[in-house]
């Protein structure tokens, strides 16, 4: 008990002297010590230390030789921090200003990294997938030999899936909610709005993974419409579905989906025939 107590003694008085010894640097007009101090606490992991020091340095060092290490150190420091949105604004900053500077190429490369971590789920707005996916590109035509480039690509490469599977759940959620017409303000139904989503994502993105996952909604889309057409229609979207299973067939005759496509075209043909 004893021993446990004079270790959480030691431990408040090394944050005490700590905390003392940041507010006296803070306060110190010595900038030369200050940005020695700033790069220490960002050596040591004290992150946000160094930001507060280095948020001020980079003002008072323009025009001298540490002016870019102080900037580019600030948007690590920020991005180590997880602070993604200031840090893509500060690696940005570092860009417009030094374009031929010493750490030119990685400040490109973590704009789209700082993006990349702040990008949300797929279920919602992907702009922010869309930013970094730009700001990936943009390093990869400015730097196309960098040893950062195998990672830029990938990271492209999982940005871009982020957006088909937010499309795929777009085109899933007009198929989920089949006849209801309370969304569609303007005519149409969600089972036409399923196909043109679905058919757009596969032009958009022609190498996708979800290919299949995407033909899918399709075929049962075109399958549901015909079966709600009104007489005039209901030939001519039978046997577009008929179509669109035997479509399906040939390009995946081995998919889990086999057994309802033939079943559509069962059911198709019964219409067809007649």
Not at 88 to 110: D, H, L, M
């Amino acid at each position: 008990m004893k021993k446990s107590l004079f270790i959480l003694a030691c431990t408040v008085l090394l944050m005490t002297g700590c905390a003392a010894e940041f507010n006296r640097v803070y306060k110190s007009a010595d900038y030369d010590y200050k940005y020695e101090f700033a790069k220490q606490c960002f050596a040591e992991g004290k992150f946000n230390q160094s930001i507060s020091l280095l948020q001020e340095l980079v003002t008072v060092q323009k025009g001298t030789e540490n002016a870019q290490e102080s900037l580019y150190m600030l948007a690590m420091a920020e991005y180590c921090d997880r602070d993604y949105e200031a840090a893509s604004a500060t690696f940005r900053k570092y860009c417009s200003s030094y374009p031929k500077g010493v750490y030119a190429e990685q400040a490109s490369y973590y704009i789209g990294q700082s993006l990349y971590e702040s990008t949300p789920e797929p279920r919602l707005d992907q702009t922010p997938t869309v930013g970094a996916i730009n700001a990936y590109q943009e390093f990869l035509d400015l730097y196309p030999d960098s040893k950062m480039r195998p990672m830029a690509q990938k990271k492209l490469f999982d940005l871009q899936d982020k957006l088909v599977q937010k499309e795929y759940l777009s085109a899933r959620l007009y198929y989920n909610l089949g006849d209801y017409f309370g969304n569609c303000t303007f005519g149409g139904s969600n089972y036409e709005a399923c196909i043109i989503t679905a058919q757009n994502a596969l032009k958009t993105y022609p190498y996708s993974n979800m290919r299949e996952d995407f033909a899918v909604l399709i075929m049962k889309s075109k399958f549901e419409l015909a079966q709600r057409s009104v007489e005039e229609k209901r030939l001519e979207r039978y046997r577009d579905a008929e179509d669109e299973c035997y479509g399906f067939l040939n390009e995946y005759p081995d998919s889990k989906e086999r057994d309802t496509a033939e079943k559509f075209i069962a059911k198709c043909k019964k219409v067809t025939k007649d």
